[in-house]
């Protein structure tokens, strides 16, 4: 089974970020609350900045989504008596072991797997939370988002941020790597200066 590094990329690019003074502008928009992207990565993830400060890191995992009742779990089919749901807990079950368990937020919805749950226990969530990037010590609250019938995966409340309109500082959480540097938003994107001369790319998912 796959799971991206695309998210501890993400996580650890900003440690290289330049740390050199920047001129601000009075159009300079501050306000990066919402979904972003990373671009051209070669996979989908990025992060979400809350309005309270805290950021989640997402990633959505391959080949994992639900359809006709049944649910496809990183390209393994389970279905039958594996999959068992009453609208409020999901329980995933492969070679008779259980994989995942998913306690619904809100109220049940017994006709419809969209919502968002929190993964509560399952042999996967050591490894979802490690493959993430944390270090399995101090163990973020997992989320297992359903949107469309296709899975988004969030580390939820992973880091504290500050975004100034000229620089963005991370303070990461239950072990999650912290980090700041030069970055900018302009419309739906928000570029993050490196070193190295490149930048990362965040793009705001509508």
Known sequence: M????????AATALCCVSCGN????????????????????????????DNNGTASVYYKPENTYFEDGEFFFFGTHVG?????????????????????TLDRV??????DFNGDYIVT?????????????????????????????????????????????????????HGFPSSDGEAERSGDTLRIKRSDGGERVLNKVK
């Open 22 to 49: 920047k001129s601000s502008s009075s159009e300079t928009d501050t306000n990066i609350t919402g979904r972003w992207s990373i671009e051209d990565e070669g996979a989908e993830g990025g992060y979400i900045f």
């Open 106 to 111: 809100g109220e049940p919805a017994p006709s």
């Open 121 to 173: 226990g399952g042999t996967m969530l050591d490894s979802i939370i490690k493959s993430l990037g944390f270090d399995g010590t101090d163990k973020p609250e997992i989320h297992f988002r359903v949107e469309d019938n296709k899975a988004i995966v969030v580390a939820v409340d992973a880091m504290d941020y500050v975004y100034d309109g000229t620089r963005l500082e991370l303070k990461g959480k």
């Open 2 to 9: 796959k799971i991206t590094a695309l998210i501890i990329a």
């Open 80 to 100: 039958g008596d594996r999959l068992k749901y009453d609208g409020d807990i999901l329980t995933a079950e492969i070679m008779e072991k259980n994989v995942i």
